[in-house]
């Protein structure tokens, strides 16, 4: 399934991919499209994944060929989902999860989430009163603010996070999470799990 995105906001857009395990399933598939696109403006794509800027005097190495555009016939066979599929089953809008945040943290991407899939790791949405005390676990977990500052203290060790920093705990370290200025604050929590690689997980089971 091809996918684009286009900020099309006035404020600071910013994307984040969350990866899980190591197989990925294969390769990036680039649209043709994107490739022509990317020829006209002297960017060329190797086979190899990597792009080379003939504007700044960059050539394909002997043993890598031009990405290859994908032909008409594999082309019919990518996914087009209607926006109506897409929007209720696989969208998470922030306002929303700062609502259902505010007691709790809650579920965006796991087993039991807004967005139900296991992909080999979890999400949580963090709001400024989810969080509580201290705790520690047993799997990596990544942090990523998108709203205010926080204050993070992990044993004897005290951190500040603002929106767009990501930090790495590992696990068994107790770590505390708290608001670390007034207004809006919110944060994303990513937990490895056990999830084995796999195609996307589409049915609930509860």
């Known amino acids: 399934m091809f996918r684009g995105f286009e900020n099309i906001g006035t404020d600071y857009g910013m994307i984040m991919a969350i990866l899980g395990g190591d197989d990925a399933g294969g390769g990036v ?20 994944g990597s792009l080379y800027d003939t504007k700044r005097g960059q050539t394909l190495p002997a043993d890598i060929s031009a990405m290859a555009v994908m ?3 594999q082309l019919a066979l990518m ?18 999860l700062l609502a ?6 809650v579920e965006v991407i796991g087993a039991g989430g807004i967005i139900f899939d296991r992909p080999g790791f979890r999400v949580d949405f963090i709001s400024r009163v989810s969080l509580t005390a201290a705790y520690s676990t047993d799997e990596y977990e990544v942090l990523m603010p998108v709203q ?10 005290q951190l500040t996070l603002a929106p767009g920093d990501t930090a790495l705990v590992r696990p068994g370290v107790e770590r505390h999470i708290t608001p670390a200025m007034a207004g809006e604050a919110a944060m994303y929590r990513i937990q490895s799990t056990a999830d084995p690689a796999g195609p996307s997980w589409h049915e609930r089971t509860k």
């Open 100 to 105: 259902l945040s505010a007691r709790r943290p």
């Open 148 to 157: 205010g500052h926080w204050k993070l203290q992990l044993d004897a060790e």
């Open 29 to 48: 598939i680039w649209a043709p499209q994107v490739i022509e696109d990317a020829r006209e403006h002297g960017l060329v794509l190797g086979d190899n």
């Open 71 to 73: 032909p008409e016939d």
């Open 79 to 96: 996914a087009e989902p209607d926006i109506a599929d897409v929007v209720p089953r696989w969208t998470a809008r922030y306002l929303d």
